[in-house]
C-alpha cells in the first residue's frame, strides 16, 4: 500500500509545549497539553511514535474531525497507531496530544498518509499563551471518571488520564490560547516533599526549568524561556506539599511553614524574573486540602505587593472533592478561573 510521509519537521505542522528537540527528527512529548496540530486531504492517516513507559499504562490521545480517540501504546519501542481511514473527500483536521504526564514520553516520527495525500497550511495558533505549573489535578489526572465525581479515585493504571479536559486546558480553550502546561502527578514546591519519585522526591523548583526532567530516563534537558512568552502563569502548587508532614496545618508558625512560605515566595520572584510582562495568579484547587496552604499563598501574596501578582479561590477551594477533578468539575473551575483572569486582564489595561 503506497503511502505519502510526512516528516516531523514539515512547515505545516503546528507544535505547541515544551516538546524536545535534542533527538533531531523525532520530537518529544513530555508534558501534558503537548501537541501537533495538521490539516490534510486524504482517506486514511496514521501516526508512527516510541513510547518510552515509567509507569502506568499509557495512552495517546487523538482529535479527528472533531471527534476525540484514544489508543494503548506499548511499553517501550516503535509503533505505528492508525488514527483515521475512510475519511471521505474533503479538508480534515487532527490534534495528536499528550494525555498523561511524565509517566512517559513519546517520541513522534512522523504521519503517513494515503497515497495523494498532502498537507494544507493552517492557520496561525492563537497569540495569547498561558503556562501552567501545577501537579496531577492541573495535568488531568483521572479525569475521565465521570462515575466518581466527588468520590475518591477508582483503581485505574492510566486510563483515566486526560489532559484535554484538565482545568488548565479548558481554562486556555475558553480563552482561546496556548498552553504550556509544567504540571506532574504527586509534585511539591520543595525537593523531599510530595509523592513524585519517593522516597527521595523532586519538587517543582526542580522541575519549572526543564524539558526533560524524569529520573528514569537518566537525561534532563534544560528549557530555553525565551521560545514562550506567556501572558498569563498560573502557579497551582500547596496540594501535595502537605506530604509525609502536613506542616502548615499542624504548625503554622512553625519553621518549616515559614521555609515553605519564603520557597514559594522565591519560586513566585523568579517567575516575575522570567515573564516581566505575564499576569502571575497563585491558587490552588478544590481537591481535599487544609485551608492554611490558602492561608499561606494569601501571606506571600500580600507580602509581594506586586501589581502583576494575584491569589485566586475558587468558590468551593480545598473542599470541593475527596478525589482528583472529575471532567464536571474540571469545568466549574475553569469557568470561574477564567472569569477571574478576564476580570485581571480588564483591570490592568484600564
Known amino acids: 500500500m503506497e503511502e505519502s510521509k510526512i516528516e516531523t519537521d514539515h512547515s505545516y505542522l503546528q507544535y505547541c509545549g515544551r ?10 512529548f513530555v508534558y501534558p497539553c503537548s501537541f501537533v496540530k495538521l490539516y490534510f486531504m486524504g482517506e486514511r492517516i496514521s501516526v508512527r511514535l516510541e513510547n518510552h513507559s ?24 516503535a509503533t505505528r497507531v492508525l488514527l ?6 474533503g479538508i480534515h483536521s487532527l490534534l495528536l496530544f499528550k494525555r498523561q504526564d511524565s509517566c512517559h514520553t513519546v517520541s513522534l516520527e512522523g504521519f503517513l498518509l494515503s497515497k495523494g495525500g498532502r498537507l494544507l497550511k493552517p492557520e496561525p495558533l492563537p497569540d495569547y499563551r498561558i503556562e501552567v505549573y501545577g501537579d496531577s489535578v492541573s495535568a488531568g489526572e483521572v479525569s475521565e471518571a465521570i462515575n466518581d465525581v466527588g468520590k475518591e479515585d477508582p483503581v485505574h493504571q492510566g486510563e483515566y488520564s486526560n489532559s484535554w479536559y484538565s482545568y488548565a486546558w479548558l481554562t486556555a480553550r475558553k480563552l482561546n490560547a496556548r498552553i504550556h ?4 502527578g504527586g509534585i511539591a514546591l520543595m525537593d523531599g516533599t510530595g509523592w513524585f519519585e519517593p522516597p527521595r522526591c523532586i519538587g517543582m523548583q ?13 537525561r534532563t534537558r534544560q528549557w530555553d524561556f525565551e521560545k514562550y512568552r506567556p501572558n498569563v502563569v498560573i502557579v497551582a502548587l500547596g496540594q501535595n506539599d502537605s506530604h509525609p508532614i502536613d506542616f502548615m496545618k499542624e504548625d503554622y508558625t512553625g519553621l518549616q511553614a515559614q521555609q ?28 481535599y486540602h487544609h485551608e492554611n496552604w490558602d492561608r499561606a499563598i494569601e501571606e506571600v501574596c500580600q507580602v509581594l505587593e506586586d501589581k502583576q501578582v494575584s491569589h485566586f479561590l475558587y468558590r468551593r477551594n480545598g473542599v470541593g472533592t475527596p478525589g482528583h477533578i472529575r471532567i464536571p468539575e474540571a469545568e466549574e473551575m475553569a469557568e470561574e478561573l477564567t472569569a477571574f483572569i ?8 484600564s
Open 181 to 184: 502546561n509544567i504540571s506532574q
Open 19 to 28: 516538546v524536545g528537540t535534542d533527538d533531531r527528527g523525532r520530537p518529544e
Open 54 to 77: 515509567i509507569y502506568w499504562d499509557n495512552y495517546i490521545g487523538w482529535i479527528l474531525d472533531g471527534t476525540q480517540k484514544k489508543a494503548k501504546l506499548p511499553k517501550t519501542g
Open 342 to 349: 478576564k476580570r485581571v486582564r480588564e483591570v490592568r489595561a
Open 84 to 89: 483515521g481511514d475512510h475519511l471521505g473527500e
Open 260 to 287: 515553605w512560605k519564603e520557597h514559594y515566595m522565591g519560586f513566585v520572584r523568579k517567575l516575575r524574573t522570567l515573564y516581566p510582562e505575564a499576569i502571575i495568579i497563585l491558587t490552588t484547587t478544590i481537591l
Open 206 to 218: 526542580s522541575v519549572y526549568d526543564k524539558i526533560q526532567y524524569h529520573p528514569a530516563l537518566l
